[in-house]
């Protein structure tokens, strides 16, 4: 059995300025994102230059921050938000939401698109590749707060939060690996070559929506919420269903149609 390592939720304290490590995945997370949109932007017909990168993570980091935050509350903790509504600007303490940041990044990216001229899913298309190492980062930045702890577990890797409780799943690595690093390599192989408008959006959509679920059956429920039914069922997988039954969706009306996205 392992035990938690126990590590410093505050990355280096300058006095009057904390720096947590959850916001430096954060900054990883865009950085992350602009260096590989930068790549992108290289590609011949690219959809942006490598001047107008900048301004796209930017909208974007106002969409995940914005919307993942509002996402949290809302689907997971707004009783206890609105008993201490200050606590809503907490964002170093965790208690940010995926699917928010997404309806978040959504809709930072409409309006991008607007300023832009481009089209909804041509942008989407564009950044799908661009987000999963940051949401691992995210994940890291989980297991390093010592939060969303996964069931208990007998195997050999199961870690103990603190010493003397039971050892458990360690499911912020598990997501680290399956919805960063393995949907970061599915994306990035498969959007090397152009593919029908919408294909990549829908294939982000399809292996997010089945990783987050899959992770879900090992993940500890929030403990005001529990299992929704079955004695399985999470908040998580279902939100999760309607991406993976949208990411079908898109994936045969883009090769449908056959508009090509680079």
């Known amino acids: 059995m392992l035990i938690h390592p ?9 006095g009057l300025v904390k720096i947590h490590w959850y916001g430096l995945m954060y ?28 301004d796209l993570i930017f909208y974007g980091a106002i969409g995940v921050v914005v919307g993942g935050r509002l996402g949290y509350i809302l689907f997971y903790d707004l009783a206890n938000r609105l008993d201490d509504p200050i606590s809503i600007f907490y964002v170093w303490q965790g208690g940010m939401s995926f699917h928010g940041g997404l309806i978040g990044v959504l ?20 950044i799908a590749p661009l987000v999963p190492l940051g949401l691992g980062a995210g994940r890291i930045g989980n297991f390093i707060n010592g939060e969303l702890w996964g069931r208990v577990s007998d195997l050999p890797w199961a870690m103990a939060p603190r010493p003397g409780m039971m050892p458990r799943h360690p499911s912020q690595l598990y997501e680290a690996l399956l919805e960063g690093l393995a949907l ?21 959509l399809l292996f997010y929506g089945i990783f987050r679920s899959i992770v879900e059956f090992f993940r500890t429920p929030d403990n005001h919420i529990g299992f929704l039914a079955f004695d399985w069922l999470t908040m998580g997988q279902l939100l999760s269903a309607p991406m993976i039954l949208g990411g079908i969706g898109l994936l045969i009306w883009a090769y449908k149609k056959q508009t090509i996205t680079l």
């Open 184 to 204: 970061f390599v599915i994306l990035w192989l498969y959007s090397r070559k152009p593919r029908p408008t919408m294909a990549v959006s829908g294939m982000f």
């Open 27 to 54: 900054l990883i997370a865009f950085a992350s994102a602009w260096w590989l949109g930068s790549i992108r932007a290289k590609k011949p017909g690219a959809l942006f230059n490598t001047e107008q990168i900048g």
């Open 107 to 126: 809709v930072a990216m409409w309006f991008f698109g607007r300023k832009h001229g481009k089209t909804f899913f041509q942008i989407t298309d564009f």
């Open 6 to 14: 126990n590590i410093d939720p505050v990355a280096l304290d300058l």
